[in-house]
T-cell receptor
Framework: DADVTQTPRNRITKTGKRIMLECSQT?????MYWYRQDPGLGLRLIYY???????NKGEISDGYSVSRQAQAKFSLSLESAIPNQTALYFC?????????????FGEGSRLTVL | SQQGEEDPQALSIQEGENATMNCSYK?????LQWYRQNSGRGLVHLIL?????REKHSGRLRVTLDTSKKSSSLLITASRAADTASYFC????????????FGQGTTLQVKP
């Protein structure tokens, strides 16, 4: 089984709908992240969490919210989806501390907003 | 805005040749990392170089870092068709925030 699991892997929705993308991990990491990938723009950080009670905005948090329900779970919500939120979304984890800061990624959730 | 900018955006070479990708960044860093992404898949960590290191090797990968120029390069030697992927640099700031900021990536095609 994958260490970082994202659901759903693919989702097509309509403008105005509420969407939740879920991420769960078995790596025991404290830190979790949500990134968005658009062609030619690389990855941009949406939100990140260093602990269950810690939530931080990234570069592009407008239109998104997150919930850290447990150490292993971090969900991303689009309250009212719009077409320019069509993208590939990645959840990632990393270990706490000075360490490497290496990120471990899920396989992505492809979201299409019509 | 992205911290890193990568050059070239796309690279096509023959199997057996070396591939060099460059990354420039704007602010001070704790470390710089390179990731690989196969088409439509999640990113996979390749190698990390700390701000006090100048060169690092891992198998066929060689990474250099020049903090005075705020730039890094990734060299893949003796490339294989299986190396075809997108490669991203990512920088981690000096404050140990844990955030990584990614560049736009270089798409590498290795022709058999």
């Amino acid at each position: 089984d994958a260490d970082v699991t994202q659901t759903p892997r693919n989702r097509i929705t309509k403008t105005g709908k509420r969407i939740m993308l879920e991420c769960s991990q078995t790596k025991g990491h404290d830190r979790m992240y949500w990134y968005r990938q658009d062609p030619g723009l690389g990855l941009r950080l949406i939100y990140y969490s260093f602990d269950v009670k810690d939530i931080n905005k990234g570069e592009i948090s407008d239109g998104y919210s997150v919930s850290r329900q447990a150490q292993a779970k971090f969900s991303l919500s689009l309250e009212s989806a719009i077409p320019n939120q069509t993208a590939l979304y990645f959840c990632a984890t990393s270990a706490q501390g000075e360490g490497t800061g290496e990120l471990f990624f899920g396989e992505g959730s492809r979201l299409t907003v019509l | 805005s992205q911290q890193g900018e990568e050059d070239p955006q796309a690279l096509s070479i023959q199997e057996g040749e070396n591939a060099t990708m460059n990354c420039s960044y704007k602010t001070s860093i704790n470390n710089l990392q390179w990731y690989r992404q196969n088409s439509g898949r999640g990113l996979v960590h390749l190698i990390l170089i700390r701000s006090n290191e100048r060169e690092k090797h891992s198998g066929r990968l060689r990474v250099t870092l020049d903090t005075s120029k705020k730039s890094s390069s990734l060299l893949i030697t003796a490339s294989r068709a299986a190396d075809t992927a997108s490669y991203f640099c990512a920088t981690r700031g000096p404050s140990n925030t844990g955030k990584l900021i990614f560049g736009q990536g270089t798409t590498l095609q290795v022709k058999p």
